[in-house]
């Protein structure tokens, strides 16, 4: 059974390498930044946030990411600007280390809606190190998917959002455009990668003095695969701690808490319970972020609930 499961693993690793090529993240709504980059628009403050993310702990090789980001409006225009640094590894070879840059720019429409655009640009650092990590791997044999690789790489990407202090809608693609450019060669240039969609929407509703309610959703969208979908929803209570759950298309049910420790600084944890084949080999996925926010002058310090 543990070589069924393992082989189970090895197809399911595939089918991420063409279709789910970059990290996923349960907390993406305390991680804006690394899912569109018009999403610093909604914070008047400058926003620092850390999250690491274990996935299928229990399982060698299991995937795992870690982001640390920063963003913050500019002076008392309508201009914000931002940066993520990202290590995602997967399995026991692939790494990818880097980073991006982010502008973005807002326009008031209507009566407290706002239009922002953002794009981001960066690159990263790609290793598959096969022969270091099995001696009997065929790295240097004529075979191309099992030789090391050591490649530098860049992003292009674009974001846009309507949101006001009750509602966000947003279209993304953070890594539109991915390309190696360790070699000038077609072979080299042209990845197996294909740009991934986001659609992300929030609403936030006042149930009482001390209750609210946010639901919110995003799709993901990649060329030759399935739609994958999250819904959540959560309650802020007495502006103290956030309890929701998700549900995740084709993945997994999930847990969600998070907790004010003091106005500005916020600690947050998810779990996720697997529901597909992997649940029987693998102990669950946990995540954990942190996220402080400093006042900026000029700016209005309010606490921001997306």
Known sequence: ????????????????????????????????????????????????????????????????TQTISVHTPIGESNTFIGAILVNDQIGEVIRETGGDLSVSQRVPIGIDSYLAVGVNVGSSSFGAQYSSNYKFSPASSSDPVFEDQNSMRINLGFGA?????????????????????????????????RPHYLLQAGYLLQMSEGIKFKPNFLVKYVNGSPIQFDLNASFLLNEKFWLGASYRSLDSFDAVASMFITPDLQLGYSYDFTNTALSKVQKGSHEISLQFRLPVRGRDHTACYF
């Open 1 to 64: 059974m543990k070589c069924v499961f393992t082989y189970i693993f090895i197809f399911l690793g595939i089918l991420a390498c063409n279709a789910q090529q970059k990290a996923m993240y349960t907390q993406y709504m305390f991680n804006t930044l690394a899912i569109n980059p018009a999403y610093s628009c909604l914070d008047e403050s400058l926003t620092i946030t850390a999250l690491s993310r274990h996935q299928w702990v229990g399982f060698k090789g299991a995937p795992n």
């Open 161 to 193: 959002m309507l949101f006001s202090d009750k509602y966000y809608i947003g279209i993304s693609s953070p890594h539109f455009f991915y390309k190696d450019i360790t070699s000038l060669t077609t072979a080299a240039a042209n990845t197996a990668y």
